[in-house]
């Protein structure tokens, strides 16, 4: 609108809101003070939306920009920018990344407390005429943060995709963080949520293993077994529980424990048996909650046993999780090695997983002199268990938790 015809417009208003104020008052006193007071919130309402020049107020578009700021993920302004296309570098070719879990190792020497991870980068090439895959590193970089708790921090267990948002979770303090771009060569990290145990009245970090979208929304979960003593006796059962966080950043906690229990009967792992989740995926293609485990067992827990209870099992299960199929990859299993993290291969239907196996060995008692990790790569088709990808492992004594295709390169545009 004009200024000219906005001006003309607001004196018009000015001049009939006089005559009924002029109405009003020569009839009741009572009466007129009421519309007198209905008046003053239309003017200042008008005021607000509409400026005496007849142009958008100043204050509404603050409220509206405020509005916005707080409805956004995790406290961010900024959109997300690492988008998954941009992992197809070819037809058949696909970047991807991994970050470290280094445990107590993660933390650097000096005074003050600073924790580190590292991620790696690396591209995969898929050959149509022999149905297998090849690998190739290029390279890693740091990331380093304060956030800890008693001592420990940056133990990153997983690496997530979300709406365009490059997501690492700690399994020590519960954080969620966004990894972010300084440039091409450079990332740092930004803590999103910090989600606590169980049902959320606890102050101890949740100890998240495993990431994956589902229905619009980012499912987080930990190792699914109960915490139990050296007798076997269950101490608390927080590490059933998962999360969801929403694309407005609301975070809701669920029960899972049927969902777990259902999986293990499957896997012939009941009580005192166990089984130990750190790659869960939801596929939106086959309709399937794809479970990877890192160790299953039908006895008891013990902290030395555990470490040789890797498995080369993967089950399928139902969205109502009623029914599941098993199926056993086509590998040598080496007990050492256990599932850590899992993602779809772009442009396969979410066939094809590549997977991280990790080892820990002797690493019971907490001495890292004595404790060995190390990470290998493997895909297989988890619908057939054929091996695409025979485990290879990456070239760093580094335990590696974490997987996404990803162009780790990209930039805010």
């Known amino acids: 609108m004009p200024r000219s015809e906005s001006l003309a417009y607001a004196n018009t208003q000015k001049n009939s809101m006089s005559r009924i104020l002029y109405f009003f008052r020569s009839h009741s006193t009572a009466f007129t003070a009421s519309v007198g007071f209905l008046v003053f919130i239309l003017l200042v309402t008008s005021d607000m939306m509409l400026g005496g020049d007849g142009q958008p107020n100043l204050r509404a578009g603050m409220r509206n920009k405020m509005s916005s700021i707080a409805n956004s993920w995790g406290g961010a302004i900024h959109s997300g920018y690492f988008k998954m296309e941009d992992s197809i570098l070819s037809e058949n070719t696909y970047a991807f990344a991994a970050v470290t879990d280094m445990d107590e190792l993660s933390r650097k020497e000096g005074e003050k407390p600073i924790f580190h991870s590292f991620i790696l980068s690396g591209t995969i090439v898929y050959d149509p005429s022999t149905k297998r895959y090849t690998h190739s590193i290029d390279g890693k970089r740091e990331i380093i943060s304060g956030h800890n708790e008693a001592g420990r921090g940056m133990e990153l267990s997983e690496l997530t995709l979300y709406n365009d948002r490059l997501l690492a979770f700690d399994d020590r ?28 009245d606890t102050d101890k970090g949740m100890k998240w293993e495993w990431a994956t979208v589902k229905d619009g929304k980012l499912y987080i979960g930990s190792m699914g077994k109960e915490y139990t003593d050296r007798e076997g006796n269950i101490v608390n059962t927080n590490n059933l529980w998962i999360a969801t966080v929403d694309e407005d950043g609301n975070v809701q906690r669920i029960d899972w424990r049927d969902n ?13 048996g166990y089984v130990i989740h750190e790659a869960v995926l939801w596929s939106e293609q086959l309709k399937k909650w794809i479970f990877i485990p890192r160790r299953v067992s039908s006895e008891m827990y013990d902290d030395v046993k555990d470490e040789k209870m890797g498995t080369n099992k993967v089950l399928l299960v139902n969205e109502k999780f009623t029914e599941s199929t098993l199926v056993e990859l086509e590998m040598e299993v080496d007990p050492l090695h256990g599932f850590s993290t899992a993602a779809f291969v772009p442009n396969t239907n979410e066939k094809h997983i590549m997977a991280i196996r990790s080892v820990e060995e002797d690493c019971v008692g907490g001495d890292p002199e004595q404790c060995k990790q190390r990470s290998y790569l493997i895909i297989f088709d988890v619908t057939t268990g054929k091996v695409l990808l025979d485990e290879v492992e990456i070239d760093n004594e580094m335990k590696f938790e974490g997987v996404e295709f990803v162009n780790i390169r990209a930039l805010p545009e």
């Open 173 to 200: 303090t519960g954080s969620v963080f966004e990894i972010l771009s300084q440039s091409e060569e450079e990332s740092f990290v930004v803590p999103r949520f910090v989600i606590t145990e169980g049902d959320g």
């Open 260 to 272: 777990y229990d259902f999986v293990r009967s499957q896997l012939n792992a009941s009580p005192p």
